[in-house]
């Protein structure tokens, strides 16, 4: 039997196999092959590209370039041929700089990038950054719709220096697949959930199957919810890494801080804690006073050959 008698079903089936890249070569076989990817490329492996939106001069303008190229295509949204979309799969969603814009011209953008995402079936996004953004209310309804299409397929979702009018949800947070999660020196409609975003990391890592990393970076946090979430690690069998910076923590955070854990019988040996199941697992709490900023990370040792302390830690860290 000849391929060409293949039904289209099996023959997507075939290309969804294939890696994203011989996908365009395999359009230049034949016909058939062509007709077919053309017509089901939403559903095959698609190149990843990354996409940033930005303003110059007032206009917004859009970049879109493959993942790990410096160079792509970089023009005015208004004039960008969505339709190049259905080929590629966005990993990468950016925007920044933008600021002092017509509202109404955000809101357009916005919404076109929402609606062009939706009918590409963009499901490989990874990341979302959002740097030295302001908008204005105007534009609410747009990023609480691509905060909450983002957030369900995002793993690292970063906002700094950034204005915006979205109300937290905590429903879209406890459903969202981020790991990496930064937030500084921004504001929002609501405040910021640190505290129950800390709670959802921590639930994740106790229900990971496998060892997962977890990068949190937020203005505040309160004491109670760094304590649980350093019990809960302290006695769970898989040991995950983590990397978590508090800012506005200053002495009276500090004190409080200790007074928690003297309460809860956190012992700890120069600001380090000791692993109730592992016995080379310690976290380490460390205190910056010029930023006011608390760091707690695991310290995983590994022993020299007939040892059973790594004094190379302790000559580090002491």
Request: aromatic share 10%.
């Amino acid at each position: 039997m000849s391929i060409h008698n293949l039904p289209c079903e099996m023959l997507r089936s075939v290309f969804q196999n294939a890696d994203s890249h011989d996908i365009p070569r395999l359009r230049t076989v034949c016909k058939m092959f062509n007709n077919v990817i053309k017509s089901n490329y939403c559903f095959l492996p698609r190149v990843a590209y990354l996409v940033k939106i930005f303003s110059e001069n007032g206009q917004i303008m859009i970049a879109n370039m493959k993942s790990g190229d410096i160079k792509g295509c970089t023009q005015k949204l208004s004039e960008f041929d969505f339709t190049h979309w259905r080929e590629i799969g966005i990993v990468e969603l950016e925007f920044e700089d933008i600021k002092n814009c017509d509202q109404q011209d955000v809101k357009k953008a916005f919404r076109t990038i929402i609606q062009e995402m939706i009918k590409t079936r963009q499901t490989q996004l990874r990341k979302m950054i959002f740097t030295n953004v302001d908008v204005s209310n105007k534009v609410t309804e747009e990023i609480e719709a691509l905060f909450g299409l983002s957030m369900k397929q995002c793993e690292n979702v970063t906002v700094e220096n950034s204005v915006l009018p979205i109300s937290f949800n905590q429903d879209s947070f406890d459903s969202s697949k981020f790991d990496h999660f930064r937030w500084v020196s921004s504001d929002a409609a609501t405040p910021l959930p640190c505290n129950q975003i800390l709670k959802k990391l921590q639930n994740d890592m106790k229900i990971a199957v496998n060892k997962r990393s977890f990068l949190a970076e937020m203005d505040s946090v309160g004491v109670d919810s760094v304590c649980d979430f350093l019990e809960e690690w302290l006695r769970l069998p898989i040991a995950s890494f983590f990397n978590l910076s508090f800012h506005n923590c200053d002495d009276t955070w500090k004190t409080r801080f200790l007074a928690e854990c003297e309460r809860r019988e956190l012992t700890h040996n120069y600001m380090e804690f000791q692993s109730r199941t592992h016995n080379n697992a310690h976290v380490k709490v460390s205190f910056s006073q010029d930023a006011s900023t608390c760091c707690i990370w695991p310290v995983l040792d590994v022993p020299a050959t007939g040892q059973s302390v790594c004094y190379a830690r302790y000559f580090r860290d002491f």
